[in-house]
């Protein structure tokens, strides 16, 4: 037993090691100075913040991170309202229909974005979403809502029945019922969706560079991406760039961590 115990121990150090490893040569290329050709290993003696600077400003990360916080912002609200909504009747009522309408939303996880990018850049091109906030949330929302409907369907079938019962008694029709006892329990997978999805579009590279690609609407990860080229790269900058672009994610994280594992294993167990 204790030789299993001390096997999940070392193992779970492993993949921690795997994860702070990476992190831990973005923040010594990040402070290393241009010309300084140390290894990347070696935290350098000094803290120079060019590469932040230079990242920022040739960048234009201050536009980036506008774009990239009213797109996501705006996903993430559409998402949680139109993802919870719907998930309330198929977790409540299981019929033959509702049954095969979660099926369906389940199955639709499986689906790779990328494998129907031609036929969605030219409905794009045809309908004028072609660089446009819009456009590019619709988009985020419609690939992230199956993932959302799975979680919250999940949580709200383990929420007993006997609220809904003692609503309804008290007179709450079923819109009331979902937005004045359903919906304020839902914190913890509301975390949840928010933190998964939310990193998710916020370091989206696939859909920004295809849908965003006036100068204006650019996101983060396209702006960092200018920085590699045919004869060069600026690791430096690109390094500088992430480490800036990690913080709201990480911030959003340590502000939700409390609710992210109630909320993934509550939503996990039933569907």
Not at 103 to 119: E, K, M, N, Q, R
């Amino acid at each position: 037993m204790k030789r299993a115990g001390g096997i999940t121990t070392l193992l779970g150090a492993l993949i921690g090691l795997m994860h702070i490893i990476p992190f831990y040569v973005l923040i010594t290329t990040s402070f290393k100075d241009e010309l300084d050709q140390s290894s990347k290993w070696v935290m350098p003696g000094y803290l120079s913040l060019d590469n932040f600077t230079n990242a920022w400003q040739l960048a234009g990360l201050d536009r980036a991170f506008l774009n990239n916080t009213i797109v996501t912002v705006c996903s993430i609200i559409l998402m949680l309202i139109v993802g919870s909504s719907a998930a309330f009747p198929l977790a409540r009522n299981r019929t033959k229909l509702n049954k095969w309408m979660y099926g369906f939303f389940v199955s639709a996880l499986i689906v790779p974005p990328l494998t129907i990018l031609v036929p969605l850049y030219k409905m794009f091109v045809e309908i004028g979403a072609m660089n446009t906030y819009i456009g590019i949330v619709i988009l985020h929302v419609t690939f992230h809502l199956s993932m959302t409907i799975f979680l919250f369907t999940g949580f709200i079938s383990t929420i007993p029945r006997e609220l809904d019962e003692a609503a309804m008694i008290d007179g709450a029709s079923r819109i009331g019922l979902f937005f004045r006892i359903i919906l304020p329990v839902l914190m913890p997978i509301t975390a949840t969706v928010t933190i998964i999805n939310g990193v998710s579009i916020w370091n989206d590279y696939q859909f920004s560079v295809f849908f965003l690609q006036k100068l204006e609407y650019r996101t983060i990860t396209v702006a960092l991406s200018a920085f590699f080229g045919e004869n060069n790269a600026n690791i430096g900058w690109v390094a500088a760039g992430s480490l800036l672009a990690a913080l709201p994610t990480i911030t959003l994280y340590l502000f939700l961590q409390k609710y992210f594992v109630e909320g993934m294993t509550s939503g996990a167990v039933k569907g």
